[in-house]
Structure formats: structure tokens, C-alpha cells
């Protein structure tokens, strides 16, 4: 059974900083693109940042380049987002994916508020 499960978020002021996680399972980990996404209230579902499998290379949204850091960690099936200096405008579910040529799986997500 395939599971994306996401884990870190919370409320946090801004200019801090929140770890989160994705543990996956039921799928072959290292062959698949992870990626982050990040849904605000009223507004569709955007990409913040993603990785390839083995080579490992990232890509970012404009809005997060310099503070968002997205890492996996084949041995563990976890794929992470380090989000550093966090602004109000970071608020969001944030969701993990998993995709490669036949599939496209989703976790449920987790919630990041950033408030005073």
C-alpha cells in the first residue's frame, strides 16, 4: 500500500524556521521525483521545490529560492523541506508527491502557519 506521510508543520512566527517531513512507503523510494507543494487558503496548488531521484538535483519557486531547502534521504524512504525565514505569505498546506513515468502519488498534507 502506497503512503506519503507528511509531518513537521505547525505555527511559527515569522522569521523562523520549520523542518518537514514525508516518510514513504509501498513504492520504490530512490526511482521516483520528490516534490513539495504548498496550497494557501483560496488558491490552487503550487510547487515549491522538487528533486530527482538518483543524480538528486533541486528546483525551487521564485518565492522560496534562498530560504527553502528540499533534501532526500534514499536509506530512510524521507524526503525533507527546511524552510528558513519564514514569511507570513509561507501559510499553507504543504504537501508531499512522489512521481515518476506511470505514477503520481500524493500524502495528505500537513499545515504551516506563519504568524505574529
Known amino acids: 500500500q502506497v503512503q506519503l506521510v507528511e509531518s513537521g508543520g505547525g505555527l511559527v512566527q515569522p522569521g523562523g524556521s520549520l523542518r518537514l517531513s514525508c516518510a514513504a512507503s509501498?513504492?520504490?523510494?530512490?526511482?521516483?521525483?520528490m516534490s513539495w507543494y504548498r496550497q494557501a487558503p483560496g488558491k490552487e496548488r503550487d510547487l515549491v521545490a522538487g528533486?530527482?531521484?538518483?543524480?538528486?538535483?533541486?528546483n525551487y519557486a521564485d518565492s522560496v529560492k534562498g530560504r527553502f531547502t528540499i533534501s532526500r534521504d534514499n536509506a530512510k524512504n524521507t524526503v525533507y523541506l527546511q524552510m528558513n525565514s519564514l514569511k507570513p505569505e509561507d501559510t499553507a498546506v504543504y504537501y508531499c508527491?512522489?512521481?515518476?513515468?506511470?505514477?503520481?502519488?500524493w500524502g495528505q498534507g500537513t499545515q504551516v502557519t506563519v504568524s505574529s
Open positions: 508527491n512522489a512521481k515518476d513515468r506511470y505514477d503520481d502519488f
Open positions: 509501498g513504492f520504490t523510494f530512490s526511482k521516483y521525483t
Open positions: 528533486i530527482t531521484r538518483v543524480i538528486g538535483r533541486t
